[in-house]
């Protein structure tokens, strides 16, 4: 199958843990990998979900109604909801905690608090967008500040003066980067490997990534550049090095989106198949899709993607997610008898107007899962 058909994406894992999460159209959520703490099986019924993050071996999820939903490991709470369950636009996840933004735009934090990462400096309010580093936070005010909190020892909350007119952030392991209205990266924090020395000349960017001890860099030409460590390949950007559209960053590995909707990797796990230390989930070995994509993200031994358009329709697949099997079957059985309205009866999948064996049997014949 083509590899297309992405929309966006999340990643999260650990060592032992890698895992990924992949958002459909639909609001269906597909999860690979690693599943040591149930952290690929997702929430049930796993629908109307518009956004998704992967912490280290917990999922994040954001629903159409402005509510989360959260699986996998809960050791440090990072599965336990804040109350109430309402009203957010965005969500992060790194290691073991969590963040989420409310539609007032005060943040919300839960699970691994030490460091203070639970402490949002106040006034906590006037965010417009959040990320989460190994053990701390950013978050972007709509003044175009930034704010940082949680562990300082590589000054990684220390953001450069003049701490204005910043358009977005997001955070390493480490280090954090900001991008300025002007095309401009600032970056701070550990730089043993040069993750802040951002190449010359600095400006044209229009998107920026940062994994554990590399950065990368969108230019507006739609070509990629990359600083830091150099292990495992990650300096090695396919060529051609333009039409790139997106960019995300795991650990070890990159990956970037294509205007045609087809994602490039490189770096550890682009040997397909090879099973050596630190590829041993092919995290750089981008899914054959039948559909184009459109946004990326990378974690620590593997990757994410969300897809745009809906898989080809299979008769009988009345949720959308690709199979027919027993969530179907339950929507067929509900809406078993004359259909009220004829022109909006999905398990009438025969078409005279009511659901009945008829339906049942087809149904059954694409039986899939």
Not at 248 to 253: I, L, P, S
Not at 358 to 367: F, K, M
Request: proline fraction near 6%; hydrophobic fraction near 35%.
């Amino acid at each position: 199958e083509p590899n297309g058909g992405f929309i966006d994406i999340a990643a999260g894992g650990s060592w032992a843990s890698a895992h990924g999460l992949g958002l459909k159209a639909d609001g269906s959520l597909v999860g690979w990998g690693s599943d040591i703490h149930f952290q690929t099986n997702g929430p049930h019924p796993k629908v109307d979900i518009v956004d998704v993050a992967a912490g280290y071996y917990v999922g994040l999820g954001l629903k159409e109604d402005g509510s989360l939903v959260a699986w996998g490991r809960n050791e440090t709470g990072q599965s336990d909801l804040p109350e109430p369950n309402r009203d957010f636009v965005a969500i992060a996840t790194h290691y073991e905690h969590n963040l989420a933004l409310r539609e007032d735009g005060s943040i919300v934090t839960w699970g691994y608090g030490a460091h203070g990462l639970a402490d949002v400096p106040e006034p906590n309010s006037g965010f417009v967008d959040i990320a989460a580093g190994g053990r701390h936070s950013l978050g972007l005010k709509d003044d175009g500040s930034v704010v940082a909190w949680g562990q300082n020892d590589y000054g990684q909350t220390e953001v450069p003066e003049p701490n204005s007119g910043f358009v977005a952030v997001v955070a390493g392991y480490e280090h954090s980067l900001g991008l300025k209205e002007d095309g401009s990266v600032v970056a701070w924090g550990r730089n043993t490997h040069g993750q802040i020395d951002v190449p010359k000349p600095n400006s044209g960017f229009v998107d920026i990534a940062a994994g554990w001890f590399h950065s990368l860099g969108l230019k507006e030409d739609g070509s990629i550049v990359v600083w830091g460590s150099n292990t495992h390949g990650k300096f090695d950007v396919p060529e051609p090095n333009s039409g790139f559209v997106d960019i995300a960053a795991g650990t070890y590995h990159s990956m970037a989106l294509r205007a045609d909707g087809s994602v490039v990797a490189w770096g550890s796990g682009s040997e397909c198949g090879v099973m050596r230390f630190p590829s041993l989930f092919g995290q750089a070995c981008p899914p054959e899709l039948d559909r184009p994509v459109t946004a990326i993200a990378g974690g620590v031994f593997h990757s994410h993607a969300i897809v745009t358009e809906a898989p080809p329709s299979i008769p009988g697949d009345l949720t959308g997610d690709g199979t027919v099997g027993g969530a179907d079957l339950g929507v067929l059985l509900s809406e078993w008898g004359e259909c009220a309205d004829p022109d909006d009866c999905p398990a009438d999948l025969n078409g005279d107007g009511t659901v009945g064996g008829a339906d049942l049997g087809i149904l059954l014949s694409n039986w899939t899962n």
